[in-house]
């Protein structure tokens, strides 16, 4: 069965530090890749998509993510963090078994910025 | 656009009770999903559905009910509310299959006692 793994629940940083945040995935077919966002109080938002092409993809608010085939990886990035981005992290896969798509989601991790 | 919208937004249930979770969107989106989020578990899904009059069970379909008599209203109904479907439920809607950006509800928070 498909699944998406990310390593870090809760992951604490000050302002100004970088961030990586892994994901890993188990298929071995044609897969698209999502990070989304949960902020306090907020529903889920997406920060940025992978379908094909360059495997480096620039999301919204300074995020990146690049999709490494041959480690089933598709760990986020940001150079410097700020408070605002402390919110709750969802990798997912989107694969396509069964004739109907499927997003399949992470555990999550929460990350808490402090000033 | 009003997007996706959940109702209601918090309810508290008796074991054994029964209700219906409402969910409709206004951008003529045909494919619909339901997830539950329980914490440290990410998102599983329930239920989704390609089209009006085509449901199929995701993950974790068992306690859960669905139907899909328009394109806009996806309603979610526990029939037999168990203290395991405490959870936040969340309906979202996309246009495109495979390729999709995800329009998520803002979720409904349910407690089972």
């Known amino acids: 069965a498909q699944s998406v793994s990310q390593h870090n629940h809760h992951v604490i940083l000050s302002e100004a530090a970088s961030l990586e945040l892994g994901c890993n995935y188990s298929?071995?077919?044609?897969?698209?890749l999502f990070w989304y966002v949960q902020y306090p109080g907020q529903h889920l938002q997406l920060l940025l998509k992978?379908?094909?092409?360059?495997?480096l993809v620039k999301g919204i608010k300074g995020f990146e993510a690049e999709f490494i085939k041959s480690k089933f990886s598709f760990n986020l990035r940001k150079p410097s963090v700020q408070w605002s981005d402390t919110a709750e992290y969802f990798c997912?896969?989107?694969?396509?078994?069964?004739?109907?798509?499927?997003?399949?989601f992470g555990a999550g991790t929460r990350l808490a910025v402090h000033p | 656009n009003a997007g996706v919208t959940q109702t209601p937004k918090f309810r508290i249930l008796k074991i054994g009770q029964s209700m219906t979770l409402q969910c409709t969107q206004d951008?003529?989106?045909?494919?619909m999903y339901w997830y539950r989020q329980d914490p440290g578990m990410g998102l599983k899904l329930i239920y989704y559905?390609?089209?009006?009059?085509?449901?199929d069970k995701g993950e974790v379909p068992n306690g859960y009910n669905v139907s899909r008599s328009t394109t806009e209203d996806f309603p979610l109904r526990l029939e037999l509310a168990a203290p395991s479907q405490t959870s936040v439920y969340f309906c979202?809607?996309?246009?495109?299959?495979?390729?999709?950006?995800?329009?998520f509800g803002s979720g409904t928070q349910l407690s089972v006692l």
């Open positions: 979202a809607s996309s246009y495109e299959r495979g390729g999709e950006k995800l329009f």
């Open positions: 298929y071995g077919g044609t897969v698209n």
């Open positions: 992978y379908f094909s092409g360059d495997p």
């Open positions: 997912a896969v989107n694969t396509f078994s069964g004739g109907y798509n499927k997003l399949i």
């Open positions: 951008m003529n989106h045909n494919y």
């Open positions: 559905s390609v089209g009006a009059g085509i449901t």
